[in-house]
């Protein structure tokens, strides 16, 4: 258990729909990152936080955004939703930003967009 | 654009049978080499971080190597508990102040009893 906690596990919708996933990082852990896992493409970083700011922005489609809160967790909203979105959405965190610093990842969300 | 390629893709050994996994990268400034362990619709996790040729580090039956161009980790006398996909992925010096990792495909590891 890495102390990374994501809820839900699993969420099934439709096209068109929009979700919110959430992440609370590890006790300590200021920077929240978040990933997209699928089979062809692996997995990709999306997006960055660092204590409540946004830090960097990865391969992030426009119909996503996210935010992190003043206790440190973090949200990830997909919008407009497409059959393609289907996959792992996975969050780190790390004690700080930084060079060479260990994320340590969460469970992962299983979106499927039916 | 930074790249990892990791080599093989898939690998099955008996137990006992020790090998060396690969991940090739190219990258802009390299800050970090991170190997991760992912067991099936969980997360990845965190097993070594390397940060400049030369240096290697050690955690039971694993190593991790690192030179310029590529890693390598090492399982010596494997256990079927060790079958996992094995993520490689680096960290660059981009402009862009992000720290998000790049990573490889993976290498699916089974280790048969």
């Known amino acids: 258990d890495s102390g990374v906690t994501q809820t839900p596990k699993h969420l099934i919708t439709a096209t068109g729909q929009r979700v919110t996933l959430r992440c609370s990082p590890r006790?300590?852990?200021?920077?929240v990152y978040w990933y997209q896992q699928s089979l062809d493409q692996g997995l990709q970083f999306l997006i960055q936080?660092?204590?409540?700011?946004?830090?960097a922005k990865g391969n992030i489609l426009e119909r996503f955004s996210a935010q992190q809160f003043p206790d440190l967790h973090s949200e990830l909203n997909l919008s407009s939703l497409e059959l393609g979105d289907s996959a792992l959405y996975f969050c780190?965190?790390?004690?700080?930003?930084?060079?060479?610093?260990?994320?340590?990842f969460g469970p992962g969300t299983r979106l499927t967009v039916l | 654009e930074d790249q990892v390629t990791q080599s093989p893709e898939a690998l099955r050994l008996q137990e006992g049978e020790s090998s060396s996994l690969n991940c090739s990268y190219t990258?802009?400034?390299?800050?970090?080499l991170f190997w991760y362990r992912q067991d099936p619709g969980k997360g990845p996790e965190f097993l070594f971080t390397?940060?400049?040729a030369g240096e290697e580090k050690e955690k039971e039956r694993l190593k991790a190597t690192l030179t310029k161009k590529e890693s390598f980790l090492h399982i010596t006398a494997p256990k079927p508990e060790d079958s996992a996909t094995y993520l490689c992925?680096?960290?660059?010096?981009?402009?862009?102040?992000?720290?998000?990792?790049?990573f490889g495909k993976g290498t699916h590891l089974i280790i048969q009893p």
């Open positions: 992925a680096v960290q660059a010096r981009s402009g862009g102040g992000a720290d998000g990792l790049t």
């Open positions: 006790s300590g852990d200021l920077s």
């Open positions: 936080y660092y204590n409540g700011e946004e830090r």
């Open positions: 990258v802009s400034g390299l800050r970090g």
């Open positions: 390397l940060y400049s």
């Open positions: 780190a965190s790390s004690v700080a930003p930084g060079g060479g610093i260990e994320q340590f």
